[in-house]
């Protein structure tokens, strides 16, 4: 990507910071909307975020403003709407089996 190793370092304290203040609010609206237009919407927003960094060409700041849209768009939005998803397909009884077979799935998809 042709970024030093001190800029990914600005990049991922970005994402970690943003992701920090916002993952507990995510939960507080998942629990509001909708958690498939959430899902559907965080998909979407977070393809256009790639594309606008896929065409950054050695723009720090802008770099910056698309990692931490990045966080908004995945740690507060899709995470938790990804796990009311999860918790909502059974009930207390059956969640340690459900997210289980999330992680599973997850990672044989990863592998794949």
Known sequence: MGITNKQSGYLLTVYSIVNMFLLIPGGFL???VSTKKSIVYSCLGTGLLG?????NIHSLPIALFVWGAMAVSTGFVLWAALYRTVRMLGDEDEQGFLY???YACN?????I
Do not use: E
């Open 30 to 32: 998942a629990d509001k």
């Open 51 to 55: 594309f606008v960094y896929l065409f």
């Open 100 to 102: 289980g077979v999330y």
């Open 107 to 111: 990672g044989l998809s990863c592998a």
